[in-house]
């Protein structure tokens, strides 16, 4: 399967615990974006990145909120000193150049974070 | 926050029957993309829609993007039980900006 995955699918974490979230895109995919969800809502974008630069980061990103794409391929999303209401599922989603016909970003399972 | 209102926020289909939800933004959209999320899962991609006015299908599943690019409808036609799930719309810039969902159950 050559779709996105995200490692782990579940974590389950206690308040004021680092964790760290992996994301593999689609191979030749050069964009990568993390999404937000909490429950009864849509995602809500996090950031994004082109190849290896992070071209933009929302205001949701607090500066616990650390993303990385060091080689261009996968990315990580690190929450340092987690509180309650960071509980969300995260989700990571890659995408051709912007602006082709058909381009469009794909989804990966998610993770789902519970901080205790 | 959210910048999409979807309607309605939960409906309720018999296998055979039609449904329909909308999308409308304060904001312009150059794409409009329809997902299907089932629980503990990823939003799954249906329907991806390009250009003001265009009437896009994929098997049961008919979308239009708004004219005024404010706006994007879902149709399914003939429902089956495995329709249910949460069905969102979402605008694209660069990134993209989702509705609150519409929850869909099969009524017993």
């Known amino acids: 399967d050559t779709g996105v995955s995200q490692d782990p699918r579940h974590k389950i974490t206690k308040r004021g615990q680092n964790v760290t979230f992996r994301c593999d895109p689609i191979?030749?995919?050069?964009?990568l974006y993390w999404y937000r969800q909490t429950l009864g809502q849509g995602p809500e974008f996090l950031t994004y990145f082109q190849n290896e630069a992070q071209l933009e980061k929302s205001r949701l990103l607090s500066d616990r909120f650390s993303a990385e794409r060091p080689k261009g391929s996968f990315s990580t999303l690190e929450i340092q000193r987690t509180e309650q209401g960071d509980s969300a599922m995260y989700l990571c989603?890659?995408?051709?150049?912007?602006?082709?016909?058909?381009?469009?970003?794909?989804f990966g399972p998610g993770t789902r974070l519970l901080v205790l | 926050g959210q910048q999409l209102n979807q309607s309605p926020q939960s409906m309720f289909i018999q296998e055979g029957e039609d449904v329909s939800m909308n999308c409308t933004s304060s904001s312009i959209f150059n794409t409009w993309l329809w997902y299907k999320q089932d629980p503990g899962e990823g939003p799954v991609l249906l329907i991806a829609l390009y250009k003001a006015g265009e009437l896009t299908s994929n098997g049961r599943l008919t979308a239009q993007f708004g004219i005024t690019r404010k706006d994007s409808f879902l149709n399914i036609s003939a429902s089956i039980p495995s329709d249910v799930g949460i069905y969102f719309c979402?605008?694209?810039?660069?990134?993209?900006?989702f509705g609150a969902g519409t929850t869909v159950t099969v009524r017993a």
């Open positions: 989603a890659s995408s051709l150049v912007f602006g082709a016909p058909g381009e469009t970003q794909y």
């Open positions: 979402a605008g694209r810039d660069y990134k993209l900006s």
């Open positions: 191979s030749e995919h050069n964009r």
